[in-house]
């Protein structure tokens, strides 16, 4: 007979929505659709390992006493059916190794249990990927500090780039029912670019703290999935263009949504959508820049906003340090107009460049995306970075070109003047000819100085390292965890003095 743990054993969930099961009619664990698979298999945790990660076993627990289950490379069985196969019957030892954001894989000896599209399970996998991913409904199979995580190291048994691109959709989530210590927040946002790599450091960050933060795409039509899963989350985070469809389009109240300002040009489309005092109607309104708060005060919303900064993962994005410079990159859309206006001037970018003699490479556009977690790779390709818009609510790019040890230019826009006078970049004017000017005469003095290059890149890099998301994540953590927290600016009522 099979003793079960004292801790709640987990039912687990794959990576395609489904469960963990076993059909009763041959003894065979298999995956299937959750409204139909009997609740039959459970993850029985064990001892801790000598490296920190636990062990445990899949149990069958049905009518009669539990049965563990034994995995072999083909399928996986209870250790009766396994036995009356005449194969092995000794219950498989599976090593739970947590990975981030909940997910987590299971392994013994050198393979990992895969969950086959056709519905097998079997224990084969010599690289964790997508099919050897698992969500649990227990809390203790993940809860492990994030910087703890040796998997991310070891890319010969982990495909780090396929475990990172999955994004856990919220049904899977909501089926699982799964709880945490703190907040479950659901953000309603754009899941590339920019907003995507801020929207998955802070679901991977907040997680190892006891969040739980899922995304799901603004892009698409979710009506399907809202009614499955506005009472499994306590909050829903957007930008604030994305406060209306929200209320409108998903029934969300006003009461659960924390409301994100990235942009000047966001307070102004809810306010034309939805009038200005819907900001005192939101669980909690930020900005991700102090420029930001200047500007919602401006704007005359009464409600004043948590300043919640941005972050960069530092260690990711740190690469070695560039001995010349030949190449200019840029990070970002060449050219986005928005009321009619161009806000990223691009091409001023590449006439600086040019005048400097230099090349010039764009990481892609809004058509031809990057992924974001490509973009390492593209800073460690260019020389400097760039940036030229008229309004940014960072802008991101020069944070992860700092972090990476690039010679940094940008205009005095988002929070780039208090990163640049903390060490982070070089602040250039904001007038298109007077940027041009100055940026190409930079270009050319580090270009015909390597040895003051190389020096102000190493600074550069030496300053990034206070910009990295633990430095910034408590803001993010007040802003949850503190609804309806702001004050409100107060209509002075002294003369004014002559």
């Known amino acids: 007979m099979t003793k079960v743990s004292s801790q709640s054993p987990a039912r687990l969930f794959t990576a395609f929505g489904t469960v963990l099961y076993v059909d009763p009619s041959t003894g065979e664990l298999r995956h299937g659709p959750t409204e139909s698979s009997p609740s039959n298999l459970f993850f029985d945790p064990g001892k801790h390992s000598g490296s920190g990660e636990r062990q445990g076993q899949l149990i069958h627990s049905d009518k009669g006493s539990p049965e563990p ?3 072999h490379p083909d399928i996986c069985l209870t250790g009766s059916r396994s036995q009356r196969e005449n194969r092995a019957s000794e219950p498989t030892m599976l090593e739970l190794i947590p990975l981030e954001r909940g997910l987590m894989a299971l392994k013994s000896g050198d393979v990992f249990l895969s969950a086959i599209p056709d519905g097998k399970v079997t ?3 010599e690289v964790c990927s997508t099919w050897e991913l698992f969500l649990a409904t227990e809390s203790w199979c993940t809860d492990i500090v994030y910087k703890g995580a040796r998997w991310y190291s070891e890319t010969d048994k982990f495909d780090r780039q396929r475990i990172q691109s999955y994004i856990v959709h919220p049904t899977i989530r909501a089926d699982t029912n799964a709880s945490c210590r703190k907040r479950k927040v659901l953000i309603y946002g754009y899941t590339k670019w920019s907003h995507g790599r801020v929207y998955y450091d802070l ?12 995304i799901i795409d603004w892009q698409n039509d979710n009506s399907a999935h809202f009614r499955g899963i506005k009472d499994y989350y306590d909050f829903f985070l957007t930008a604030l263009d994305g406060v209306s469809n929200l209320v409108d389009s998903y029934h969300v109240p006003y009461e ?16 034309e959508r939805k009038g200005i005092d819907v900001f005192d109607r939101l669980a909690n309104y930020g900005v991700v820049s102090e420029y930001l708060y200047s500007a919602s005060a401006l704007r005359g919303i009464a409600r004043l906003p948590k300043v919640v900064p941005l972050g960069v993962d530092y260690q990711y994005f740190f690469s070695a340090l560039p001995t010349s410079l030949t190449t200019v990159g840029y990070a970002t859309s060449m050219s986005l107009k928005t009321y009619g206006i161009e806000l990223k001037r691009g091409e001023l970018a590449e006439a600086a460049a040019r005048e400097a003699g230099l090349a010039f490479k764009v990481a892609g556009s809004t058509a031809n995306q990057v992924s974001f977690h490509d973009m390492p790779e593209f800073y460690r390709s260019v ?3 760039v940036s030229t818009s008229i309004n940014e609510s960072g802008p991101l790019s020069v944070l992860e070109g700092a972090a990476a040890g690039r010679l940094v230019i940008g205009t005095p826009v988002g929070h780039f003047p208090i990163k640049a006078y903390q060490g982070g970049g070089i602040v250039a004017p904001i007038e298109p000819e007077k940027f041009k000017a100055f ?32 430095y910034m994540i408590d803001d993010w953590k007040e802003l949850i965890d503190r609804p309806g927290s702001n004050s409100k600016l107060t209509p002075s009522t002294a003369p004014l003095s002559s």
């Open 256 to 271: 659960k949504i924390i409301g994100i300002s990235h942009h000047e040009f966001d307070m102004r489309m809810l306010i």
């Open 203 to 214: 679901s991977k960050r907040l997680h190892s703290d006891g969040y739980i933060i899922d």
């Open 69 to 71: 289950i034994v995995c």
């Open 383 to 385: 020389d400097a970075v």
């Open 123 to 125: 224990l084969c996998a």
């Open 439 to 470: 940026t190409s005469s930079t270009l050319r003095y580090y270009k015909e100085n390597p040895a003051a290059f190389v020096d102000k890149c190493h600074e550069t890099r030496e300053a990034a390292v206070k910009f990295d998301w633990q």
